[in-house]
């Protein structure tokens, strides 16, 4: 087992078979909760944070060729889905020595790199958390899962001359009151190109349409765009590809209490179908 293998912060699932152009991950489906956290929410309330079961829903992507990676740590502690600046700095003790560029739809709602409130709510934390615990959730964490992210898309890119990566999210049934879309019901999938900036439009097109053909609700873009994962690994015009998927909570799991409830199979089986109409899609665009 390799020290890559190892690593606090994440798991690679390795491909079998022939390579294939496409690398997948799931940056918000950890469930290991560090010791020094020190937080102050109920647990159960905080773990509706995590993006569950995402990671194995996608795991079967690896006997089609394709790597995922997903993270160990929870998103709640500190978030991959963010970029390294968006700090609020008024939940750090004394002076944080880095650049910030806190952004407002992410920090300005309790959610940045370090989350402040859960779900617009409750605060995680009755301190201000100190600049030596923030740099090592960065460097332990954050950091380590992005370069591992770099690592399987420059490779995969290298290989073909071409990458699709698919960032997959999960999302609670309802906004709230502090989401951008408000307290509405969301739809099943909502497919995000940072308005057609991070893919190719065919990607999105096939994706998007491919679930509308199963019957399911799409929306692209709205509202979520895709947030840091998919604009820092995403150059198209060099034929780097991103793509965020976000699946509604409802066809598969209880919120509340993080089971599976029956819908989970036949999810399993729309996204084995879906994942290999990506993959034979992006093989496609290699040759
Ligand atoms: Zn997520």
């Known amino acids: 087992m390799s020290s890559e293998r190892l690593n606090p912060a994440y798991r690679i699932i390795e491909p079998t078979g022939t390579p294939v152009p496409v690398v997948f991950d799931s940056p918000h ?47 709640s502690y500190i978030d991959a889905n963010r970029a390294e600046t968006d700090i609020d700095l008024s939940m750090i003790a004394g002076d944080w020595p880095d650049p910030v560029a806190p952004s407002t739809k992410t920090t300005e709602r309790g959610a940045g790199l370090i989350w402040k409130l859960m779900r617009g709510e409750g605060a995680l934390y009755d301190r201000k958390l100190t600049v030596v615990e923030v740099r090592h959730r960065i460097d332990t964490y954050w950091r380590p899962y992005h370069d591992a ?24 049934a309802m906004g709230d009151a502090n989401s951008e879309d408000g307290p509405v019901a969301r739809p099943d999938f909502i497919v995000g190109d940072r308005d057609g900036t991070a893919c190719e439009p065919g990607f999105t097109a096939l994706i998007a349409a491919h679930l509308k053909a199963e019957g399911f609700h799409v929306t ?50 729309v996204l084995t179908r879906l994942n290999r109409a990506i993959v034979d899609y992006a093989k496609a665009q290699a040759v």
């Open 149 to 172: 992210l770099a690592r399987l898309i420059d490779d995969t890119h290298a290989r073909h001359g071409i990458s699709y990566h698919v960032d997959c999210h999960s999302m609670p």
């Open 220 to 269: 692209i873009n709205d509202p979520y765009k895709g947030v840091e994962l998919t604009r820092r690994y995403s150059n198209a015009a060099a034929g780097r590809h991103s793509l965020q998927l976000e699946i509604n909570r409802r066809l598969f799991m209880d919120e509340a209490t993080l089971a599976k409830t029956p819908g989970y199979l036949e999810i399993e089986a």
């Open 29 to 75: 489906s950890g469930s290991i909760y560090p010791a020094d956290f020190g937080h102050i929410l109920d647990p159960m309330l905080l773990r509706q944070a995590e993006d569950a079961h995402i990671d194995e829903l996608f795991a079967p992507v690896a006997a089609m060729g394709a790597p995922l990676l997903h993270a160990l740590f929870p998103r």
